[in-house]
């Protein structure tokens, strides 16, 4: 497309001297020698890109004051249309504050071919690169629209584009009945996904069960997830129970920290999701579900298939779609808007301060550790200001190592046993680690367990 530029100068000389310039250099120019057929022009042809403008037009007058009234007309009609100044020495004063109030440039007369032709080239280039942003960003806000519209979001914040991916891909494949997997580091909101897959899928109206692995020793952990017959394992009571894969029927079932289940767990499940079939424990008797499984896990998988301690046939079963969710530090777009939203019941609000301390921590918790911080900060503010002070947020030079370089020692690991009364699952928890990760540095010590 050729770029088009209006003229605007009561002296038809400047205008066919500008005009010829312009061709040269292959822009289409259009002219007027009044304010009012400029403007004209203007509404006209919205493809003009740029206007050159005098600042007189009546003989007698050299005030500027004519130029001045066209500026701003000019922007009225067309606020980002670039607008280059042609001025003479005595209106320089009105020309810097034309160009404070967003005139693109000023050019005295005569003018220098050359760098009126660099300008004008610069600023028809920004203008572009200006409105292809715009056009950008209100097509991601329509996108962000349409989305919220189309589907429902669970109450979600955010405002990060790797958040908005992640939900055009999660409501996409919600429909459908394929396993989801969700990952992500502790906190980040993998749960809040999942309700979002649950809520948009063909079966929301079934039941939907949620069953966090990593909380109940293994056996246990077999007999809540696929039932078992009455006197099955010790301790399981003289009445035969249903599993969570049963009650799912229908449904989701929700399986969160999949990295935690044992290795016949993992047999079980795995045939669960080829063929919808398993048996409760202590029994024979094949049953068959239809169940939409999501799972989630803040371990990392494909290491656990390398140590040998997750199968990676299962893996690519549950795997079919991974969603990743950032951790927070990742998106810090998100930050503000979500303290903004923990807080809204409260009535309170940041002050600056607290807002920049905000984002130069790094939020190992991630979107709980934010919950938790507004939830304490407001509850000890009086006033409706929380400051920096308030927040009371860990120094990060003091902050320990993240995870994956943290050793824990053998003092660490027996103390934590020991405070866990000796439940793996708990301690593992507590020192950020896996199961089967706690099990190996147990080993190593030599630590009963
Ligand atoms: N984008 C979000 N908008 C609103 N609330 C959120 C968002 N992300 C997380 N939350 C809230 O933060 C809390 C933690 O999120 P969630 O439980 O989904 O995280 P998680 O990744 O499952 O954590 P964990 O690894 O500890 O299981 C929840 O109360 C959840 O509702
Ligand atoms: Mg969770």
Not at 141 to 157: E, M, P, S
Not at 262 to 268: E, H, M, P
């Amino acid at each position: 497309m050729l770029d088009k530029i209006l003229i605007i100068d009561d002296n038809a000389g400047i205008i066919s001297a500008l005009s010829l310039l312009l061709s040269l250099h292959d822009i289409e120019t259009l002219s007027a020698i009044t304010p009012q057929a400029g403007l004209q022009l203007l509404r006209e042809n919205p493809d003009i890109s740029l206007v050159i403008q005098d600042m007189n037009f009546t003989a007698d007058t050299t005030s500027g004051e004519e130029g001045r009234a066209l500026f701003f007309a000019l922007r009225e009609l067309q606020p980002d249309i670039p607008v280059i100044l042609l001025t003479a020495w005595t209106q320089l004063e009105m020309a810097v504050e034309l160009v404070k109030a967003g005139a693109a440039d000023y050019v005295g007369k005569p003018w220098d071919d050359n760098k009126l032709i660099a300008t004008i080239k610069n600023l028809m280039e920004l203008h572009e690169l200006q409105q292809q942003q715009r056009q950008a960003q209100s097509r991601e806000q329509q996108a962000r629209a349409q989305l919220q519209q189309q589907f429902d979001l669970q109450g979600i914040v955010y405002r990060s584009n790797s958040v908005q991916k992640l939900l055009e891909m999660a409501t996409q494949v919600a429909h459908s009945d394929v396993p989801v997997l969700i990952t992500g580091p502790n906190g980040a909101g993998k749960e809040k996904i999942a309700d979002i897959v649950q809520a948009n899928s063909s079966v929301k109206n079934g039941p939907y069960i949620k069953v966090n692995v990593g909380a109940l020793p293994e056996e246990l952990m077999e007999a809540e997830l696929f039932g078992a017959e009455a006197g099955a394992y010790t301790g399981s009571g003289n009445k035969a129970r249903q599993g969570r894969f049963e009650a799912a029927d229908g449904g989701t079932l929700f399986l969160d920290e999949i990295g935690e289940l044992s290795a016949s767990g993992q047999v079980k499940l795995l045939r669960v999701l080829q063929t919808g079939e398993f048996q409760r424990l202590g029994s024979s008797h094949t049953r068959k579900v239809r169940v939409r499984v999501i799972s989630a896990t803040n371990s990392n998988l494909p290491q656990m298939i390398a140590d040998g301690s997750f199968r990676q046939d299962l893996f690519y079963r549950l795997n079919v779609i991974e969603l990743k969710l950032p951790a927070l530090s990742e998106r810090p777009e998100d930050l503000l808007p979500l303290a903004r939203a923990f807080l809204f019941h409260s009535g309170k609000k940041l002050s600056p301060q607290a807002q920049q301390r905000m984002l130069r921590y790094p939020w190992p918790g991630n979107v709980r550790e934010l919950q938790n911080v507004m939830q304490r900060a407001s509850v000890l503010t009086r006033g409706d200001t929380i400051d920096e002070e308030t927040l009371a947020l860990p120094d990060e030079a003091l902050q320990k190592a993240p995870e994956h370089s943290f050793e824990p020692s053998r003092e660490l690991l027996e103390q934590t046993l020991a405070n866990c009364n000796g439940i793996i699952a708990q301690a593992a928890r507590e020192l950020g680690l896996s199961r089967q990760a706690l099990y190996r540095r147990l080993d190593k010590f030599g630590i009963p367990y």
